[in-house]
């Protein structure tokens, strides 16, 4: 758990980790019902673990909810020798999928803060059109209440105590 601030608002975040095992994704499938948020990881020194994201998106695709937010982020930036995956790649892979993308080094720290502040703004706007949305719906609703209240008003109905509106 750790708690973030994001324009002035005070996220807490939850944070579940998998390290990319296979012997996680049992469990995985589950976690991924109620994410609001999700980052695909991979090694930039491993072009094994590059591979594997496309396995991971897919199962994010199958188990997540519509509208689940996703960063790509190649970790290791720090290792620039032993590098096996080019940024290119990683920025054209996160173009196909419609996701950011951000080269990390959770060993120098680089582009921690900037990636996890990244995915919480992305959810907390997709909060707010889910909420624009449900409070223009309120408002429709309201107005047609009062526009069906006002049809059944008998005339002159404000300057009577007695009037019964239903």
């Keep these: 758990m750790k708690t973030i601030e994001v324009d002035g ?4 975040i939850q944070i579940w ?3 990319g095992q296979e012997r996680y994704q049992t469990i995985t499938k589950q976690y991924y019902r ?8 991979y090694d930039i020194s491993s072009e094994r673990s590059y591979q594997h ?3 991971w998106a897919s199962d994010v ?8 937010q996703k960063i790509l982020i190649g970790n290791k930036a720090d ?3 032993k590098r096996q995956v080019g940024r290119e790649q990683g920025l054209q892979l996160a173009k196909e999928y419609g996701m950011d993308f951000y080269e990390t080094s959770a060993c120098t720290n680089f582009n921690i803060k900037e ?14 059109k889910e909420l624009d949305g449900l409070r223009s719906y309120a408002v429709d609703e309201l107005n047609l209440a009062e526009l069906e209240e006002e049809e059944c008003k ?3 109905a404000e300057n009577s105590l007695k009037a019964c509106w239903c």
């Design 9 to 12: 608002i005070k996220v807490r």
């Design 17 to 19: 980790d998998t390290a």
């Design 34 to 41: 109620r994410a609001q948020g999700i980052f695909l990881v």
């Design 53 to 55: 994201i496309m396995k």
């Design 61 to 68: 695709d199958e188990y997540a909810p519509d509208g689940v």
């Design 79 to 81: 290792e620039e020798q």
């Design 115 to 128: 990636s996890f502040t990244r995915l919480t703004e992305l959810v907390l706007q997709a909060h707010r």
């Design 154 to 156: 008998p005339e002159g």
